[in-house]
């Protein structure tokens, strides 16, 4: 099956840093989704991008599709923005899409 | 627009027992999955639900299985439970035939002891 990595798996920063998240992906897929998952567990939607670039505020996000990879960039970071960061593809479309596939996540940490 | 909801939150029981999950989508979805995360992992795929019948199936015992009903909400159900059930479940919906974002719910936090 496709494997999903996400690097790194932790990552310590400083208030107002920067970062960038990467997930790598084995084989071509139509669903490519960030989430944040908060302290109390929920999964966050931030970019459904299986293609392309997007931006929502302090976020961004591209995806390489060609090349099976997809960044998160984080400007000026918060510590609000703590938590695990998760890549998810899928390969399926139409009826059959809805299996999502995760990579380990990338554990965040904003000190003030 | 009510978002995707679960109940309960929080749950704990003993090894053997059955335990029933509920998740309501989100408005305007009729597809359900289930996922499960254990802790310090990603949430793995458990089954999918649409037009009330199981379409797809991630590799997990018969122990677990689910319904969904005509208002398109749905329930997990897990029999037997062994300790290592415990975890976070989770709920997702989204629109069959339509390419899009799956959306989550709080899930549900299972303690097995």
């Known amino acids: 099956g496709i494997q999903v990595e996400q690097s790194p798996p932790d990552l310590i920063l400083q208030e107002g840093a920067n970062s960038t998240l990467r997930c790598n992906f084995s084989?071509?897929?139509?669903?490519l989704q960030w989430f944040h998952q908060n302290p109390w567990g929920q999964l966050i939607n931030l970019f459904y991008?299986?293609?392309g670039t997007k931006q929502n505020g302090r976020l961004s996000a591209t995806t390489v599709a060609t090349e099976r990879y997809s960044l998160l960039y984080i400007s000026s970071s918060q510590t609000t923005d703590s938590g695990v960061y998760f890549c998810?593809?899928?390969?399926?479309?139409?009826?059959?899409?809805?299996?999502?596939?995760f990579g380990k996540g990338t554990k965040l940490s904003v000190k003030p | 627009d009510a978002g995707v909801t679960q109940s309960p939150t929080h749950l704990i029981k003993t090894r053997g027992q059955q335990v029933t999950l509920r998740c309501s989508p989100k408005s305007g979805h009729d597809t359900v999955s289930w996922y499960q995360q254990a802790l310090g992992q990603g949430p793995q795929f458990i089954f999918q639900?649409?037009?009330?019948?199981?379409?797809q199936r991630g590799n997990f015992p018969d122990r677990f299985s689910g319904h969904q009903f005509p208002n398109y909400s749905s329930e997990l159900n897990v029999n037997a439970l062994l300790l290592g059930d415990s975890a976070l479940y989770l709920c997702a919906s989204s629109l069959a035939w339509s390419p899009g974002e799956l959306f989550f719910g709080e899930g549900s936090r299972l303690t097995v002891l």
């Open positions: 084989d071509s897929v139509n669903n």
């Open positions: 998810a593809v899928d390969r399926n479309y139409g009826g059959s899409q809805g299996n999502l596939i």
């Open positions: 991008i299986p293609s």
């Open positions: 639900y649409y037009e009330e019948e199981e379409r």
